[in-house]
């Protein structure tokens, strides 16, 4: 089944993530590469489909592709979330990251960092519409 398109607002939260925060996953390691795509999550289907992202750059993303020596989270997303940490928990980082430098964070994102911090990062939980 085809996901919807983003809307307006969630191509502005995409962008914001693209531009500001980069590959999350090599923010933990302590580099910005902003040369990044955006990883849904929990797929392309459901409601929130579009706002659960994280930006990844294409070694992070694919397996197979970039530096094939780093795990992606397409390809080995256990080995993925073990060096990196879950995925709720890198986008609780990248919240984080757009607070700190005065990047305005859409509103229905502090319900999705809310419910993500109750849960230990964990994205497994049933979302809904606030």
Same mark, same amino acid.
């Given at each position: 089944?085809?996901?919807?398109?983003?809307?307006?607002?969630? @191509?502005?939260?995409?962008?914001?993530l693209c531009k500001t925060v980069g590959c999350v996953a090599c923010r933990q390691l302590g580099e910005f590469n902003?040369?990044?795509?955006?990883?849904?999550?929990?797929?392309r289907t459901k409601w929130y489909a579009h706002w659960l992202v994280l930006p990844l750059c294409e070694s992070h993303h694919q397996a197979g592709t970039g530096n094939l020596v780093v795990p992606a989270v397409h390809g080995?997303?256990?080995?993925?979330?073990?060096?990196?940490?879950?995925q709720g928990q890198l986008l609780l980082s990248a919240i984080n990251t757009l607070d700190l430098v005065g990047i305005e964070v859409p509103q229905i994102m502090r319900y999705f960092e809310s419910v993500l911090y109750l849960n230990g990062? !964990?994205?497994?939980?049933?979302? !809904? @519409?606030p």
């Amino acid at each position: 089944m085809k996901g919807s398109n983003p809307t307006a607002a969630q @191509k502005r939260w995409h962008d914001a993530l693209c531009k500001t925060v980069g590959c999350v996953a090599c923010r933990q390691l302590g580099e910005f590469n902003p040369v990044v795509s955006i990883h849904h999550i929990e797929g392309r289907t459901k409601w929130y489909a579009h706002w659960l992202v994280l930006p990844l750059c294409e070694s992070h993303h694919q397996a197979g592709t970039g530096n094939l020596v780093v795990p992606a989270v397409h390809g080995n997303e256990a080995e993925f979330e073990r060096v990196y940490g879950r995925q709720g928990q890198l986008l609780l980082s990248a919240i984080n990251t757009l607070d700190l430098v005065g990047i305005e964070v859409p509103q229905i994102m502090r319900y999705f960092e809310s419910v993500l911090y109750l849960n230990g990062g !964990r994205t497994n939980v049933v979302w !809904r @519409k606030p």
